[in-house]
């Protein structure tokens, strides 16, 4: 079954432990990317990556990092995190040829 | 960054009921996707539009791409309790590489 996988689904962590939340699409898609979906604020790209080893900043990058090793896998990296990066992270692939993008499940991170 | 106006913010409606929402953008776009998010789940494409004035059909779902470029539009025809949930459009102008997103019509549907 073609699909973005993120894990883990829930994630409860403290102030400065630094965290990865894994993605991965098994559809041989180019293009991922990370949002965080937050009341009112709708859907915000954190950081994408246009193939491997290529990554881009987004519109909400600070305090995340990144890395594209494999097309497959695109890993959101959390060095410190912070009560404000509390929020519903979700990961997305596409084929470089079109718009289409597919969400994963989501990841719902709470930091304390 | 930007974000698309999308209208209205939620509708509570009853079974069987037709539901129109729309979404406007103050630039131009040459793509417009449609996504329903369901509760905890992440948002799932319903229909992609690629040309002004295109009209697609997905079962009970129509979605327009407006003649201008810079609206769409989704209708939901009969709609049932599975319809529940939040719709949100998604455009480019095709220069960036990547989509902007609208805030979402939440849909309640009530037997």
């Known amino acids: 079954e073609a699909q973005v996988t993120q894990n883990p689904r829930y994630l409860i962590t403290v102030t400065g432990k630094k965290l990865t939340v894994t993605c991965s699409q098994n559809?041989?898609?180019?293009?991922m990317s990370w949002y965080r979906q937050d009341p009112g604020l709708g859907l915000r790209q954190i950081y994408y990556s246009m193939n491997v080893e290529v990554t881009d900043k987004g519109d909400v990058p600070e305090g995340y990092k990144v890395s594209r090793k494999e097309k497959r896998n695109f890993p959101l990296i959390l060095e410190s995190p912070s009560p404000n990066q509390t929020s519903l992270y979700f990961c997305a692939s596409r084929r470089a040829t079109t718009y289409e993008q597919y969400f994963g499940p989501g990841t719902r991170l709470t930091v304390t | 960054g930007q974000q698309l106006n999308q209208s209205p913010q939620s509708m509570f409606i009853q079974e069987g009921e037709d539901v129109s929402m729309n979404c406007t953008s103050s630039s131009i776009f040459n793509t417009w996707l449609w996504y329903k998010q369901e509760p905890g789940e992440g948002p799932v494409l319903l229909i992609a539009?690629?040309?002004?004035?295109e009209l697609t059909s997905n079962g009970r779902l129509t979605a327009q791409f407006g003649i201008t470029r810079k609206d769409s539009f989704l209708n939901i025809s009969a709609s049932i309790p599975s319809d529940v949930g939040i719709y949100f459009c998604?455009?480019?102008?095709?220069?960036?590489?990547?989509?902007?997103f609208g805030t979402g019509t939440r849909l309640q549907v009530t037997l």
């Open positions: 539009l690629y040309k002004a004035g």
């Open positions: 998604a455009g480019t102008p095709g220069t960036a590489s990547k989509l902007t």
């Open positions: 559809m041989n898609h180019e293009y």
